[in-house]
């Protein structure tokens, strides 16, 4: 087996993922799961990639924090995790957060093209491990579009796969974010144009503004967040010392004007939270401003409307972890208003 690729002088703490290419039968197969990841932050392909027509189309290539590794060499034709964890053991101090297998199953199936997924390290750094490169227990098949998402979101400071297994598939065949895939428009990145602000380090969770241009929506948003709720889900009477609030920080900066969540995940800080509230095009101009209240953690990527008088709900659960997002997620095409005073509790968007 050849060795991987070195990494750069001073890059051997940066966390991230890792691809091999282990099946060269279908050329078509890998370029449809090599376009899951191409442009996500940090990718960088091994050998390297021309990059036709992006010299003039105003994308600037992000900065990242992280490294996606991808691996294309004929060499690896075939290769076992065995073999892959040796060419780790050989390659250098960096360690990969997760490594992917691109291997027949991939490309045998085009609707999810699932990785053989696994961890070379321990989950915790409180555990020891005579080898850091034994296969760990958690083994798994991955979409690329969930492993696109994943890595969005991911840093060394993430919560390690194996430690929610409620999210992971029982079947060890069935796979994981399998779900992303089957959506009317599913998650995808796209690099994007300028230079967006990082989005803010907060003790409380975002509700991020992409759309400008009516500030009074914007606000009639702002203010239905903000406002008191009952346990019934109605405003309250008075000063009601029963009433509970939504605690959320809004960002209202001109520089993520157009961007997509996908993005927005992109520009989250270590540390972030499990979710994030976005009020885009479809929040302003919706006379029920739904806004979208997107995964970060468990299954990052899925998402679903909500509208804002749900939000404090919404917000005070999840931010404890009293309920789980799927207990809000509503579907595809639908607003989630949850203990309100509209009915039914979802409605067809």
Not at 193 to 204: F, H, I, K, Y
Not at 279 to 295: F, G, I, K, S, Y
Request: aromatic letters at 6%.
């Amino acid at each position: 087996m050849p060795l991987l690729p070195p990494v750069t002088k001073g890059e051997e703490e940066i966390p991230g993922f890792l691809v091999v290419r282990t099946a060269y039968d279908d050329q078509d197969a890998w370029q449809d799961t090599l376009s899951h990841l191409i442009d996500l932050p940090g990718a960088r392909p091994s050998p390297p990639l021309p990059r036709p027509g992006r010299e003039d189309d105003g994308i600037v290539l992000a900065q990242s924090d992280k490294r996606l590794l991808l691996v294309d060499d004929p060499a690896w034709r075939d290769a076992t995790t065995a073999e892959v964890h040796s060419a780790l053991e050989q390659a250098g101090p960096w360690r990969p957060d997760l490594v992917l297998l691109a291997d027949g199953r991939t490309m045998a199936d085009p609707a999810h093209r699932p990785f053989l997924a696994f961890t070379p390290s321990p989950g915790s750094d409180d555990e020891e491990q005579e080898n850091p490169f034994v296969p760990h227990e958690l083994v798994l098949r991955i979409g690329a579009r969930q492993t696109a998402m994943l890595y969005l979101v991911f840093d060394s400071g993430h919560e390690d796969l194996s430690a929610d297994a409620t999210a992971l598939p029982d079947d060890p065949d069935s796979v994981f974010g399998a779900d992303l895939d089957l959506l009317t428009t599913p998650p995808r990145y796209r690099p994007c144009a300028g230079r967006p602000t990082r989005l803010p380090v907060s003790e409380d969770p975002l509700v991020v503004r992409t759309h400008h241009g009516d500030d009074g929506a914007w606000n009639t948003v702002v203010a239905a967040v903000r406002a008191p709720v009952s346990d019934e889900g109605v405003e309250p009477p008075g000063d009601d010392p029963d009433a509970f609030y939504a605690y959320v920080r809004t960002v209202d900066d001109t520089s993520h004007t157009g961007l997509s969540f996908e993005q927005l995940m992109a520009l989250t800080p270590r540390d972030s939270h499990s979710f994030l509230m976005v009020a885009d095009e479809l929040t302003m101009r919706d006379p029920r401003h739904p806004l979208l209240v997107v995964d970060l953690w468990t299954r990052p990527g899925r998402s679903f409307r909500a509208a804002p008088g749900a939000i404090q709900a919404i917000e005070n659960n999840l931010s404890i972890a009293n309920m789980d997002f799927e207990e809000f997620a509503c579907g595809e095409g639908s607003i989630q208003y949850w203990e309100t005073e509209h009915e039914p509790g979802i409605e067809v968007l």
